[in-house]
């Protein structure tokens, strides 16, 4: 029989932080474990200001690899781990640099003004002129040029959202979640009439015919706010299934109902849900996976995405 002591993940993960006197950032989608054990929880947006103002060593990301990178683009003298490098984004994936270059450098005489979803690489970012989340899609839209036209990449859902918001024409990269996308006009009407009196808040990553359906749209950290304010008492919740774990500890008065799929009665992100508490002890004690950038590429990025931490005030 082994004599190994058994290994408190959590206490251990606690006292690994205060050693390298790190930051957990955890992004609204993580399993509840990591949610509860970290420093601060929320959507892009407050991730992207809570890394911009840490004075921690360290930060270890809980989140997606852009959502680390973004942090890495902000503090490139930190050290920004993550547990599994391998968590990306469909959005990310469906609009490599070089494919946004050369359609730039094809459309030269359009002199577009390139906005992007924050859910893609720092290469992407480091050709565009501002950055926005599903927390500010609409207020940084409504600060664009008026005398250029928009490119809007990669999600085509939030651009066409954002365009029904701010009544402003933008071209669109044809790119989409693939979780969100999953959420169907069916899945959700049928859930609707089995809980009639039921609220519907749904992300902006979901198609129209979904959002139609919705009596909010908006970010994952809004929904911890309509949630709390709606005075229904029944919410369905059209998003990734993390969520639910931060609004319902935020709001334990309200019954949450996870959004259905045509398959599934929740959807889940493959990526969000690579992180576990084990392969987050183990980044915090090898302070390994770490996230590096090319520092042309990294200072370019950073123009961007500070443009949108500015105008988003
Ligand atoms: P939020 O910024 O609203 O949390 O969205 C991030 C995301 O990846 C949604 O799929
Ligand atoms: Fe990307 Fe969609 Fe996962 Fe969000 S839920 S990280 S947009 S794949």
């Keep these: 029989m082994s004599t190994e002591p058994v290994l408190d993940l959590k206490a251990d993960i606690l006292r690994l932080k205060k050693e390298r006197n790190a930051i957990i950032l955890a992004h609204n989608y993580q399993i509840g474990p990591i949610q509860d054990l970290a420093d601060y929880v929320g959507d892009s947006l407050g991730l992207a200001y809570q890394a911009q103002e840490t004075d921690a060593d360290v930060i270890v990301f809980c989140g997606v690899h852009f959502m680390a990178e973004t942090a890495k683009i902000l503090n490139p003298t930190k050290t920004v781990v993550l547990p599994d490098k391998d968590a990306g984004c469909s959005l990310e994936q469906a609009c490599p640099a070089d494919q946004l270059a050369a359609y730039l450098k094809q459309h030269e005489d359009k002199n577009y003004y390139v906005i992007a979803y924050i859910n893609c690489s720092a290469g ?86 979904v959002r139609l359906l ?83 590429i990294r200072a370019q990025a950073e123009i961007s995405l500070t443009r949108m931490l500015e105008q988003s005030k």
């Design 214 to 296: 919705a009596d909010e749209v908006c970010s994952t950290e809004k929904m911890v706010h309509y949630c709390r304010n709606t005075p229904a008492q029944n919410i369905i919740v059209v998003t990734e299934s993390g969520m639910l774990h931060r609004i319902q500890k935020e709001v334990p008065e309200k019954n949450l109902i996870p959004g259905p799929t045509d398959h599934c009665a929740c959807a889940d992100c493959r990526y969000m849900k690579m992180n576990t508490l084990e392969k987050l002890h183990a980044c915090l004690e090898r302070l390994s996976p770490q996230v590096e950038l090319p520092e042309n």
């Design 124 to 209: 992407v970012k480091a050709l565009c002129d501002v950055i926005c989340t599903s927390g500010n899609a609409p207020h940084i839209v409504n600060q664009a040029p008026a005398d250029r036209p928009i490119l809007f990449v990669p999600d085509e859902n939030l651009g066409q959202w954002v365009m029904e918001q701010t009544g402003r024409k933008m071209d669109l990269w044809k790119g989409n979640c693939y979780v969100h996308v999953e959420f169907t006009q069916d899945s959700i009407q049928k859930i609707k009439d089995d809980y009639p009196d039921a609220a519907v808040v749904a992300h902006p990553e979901c198609t129209k015919a």
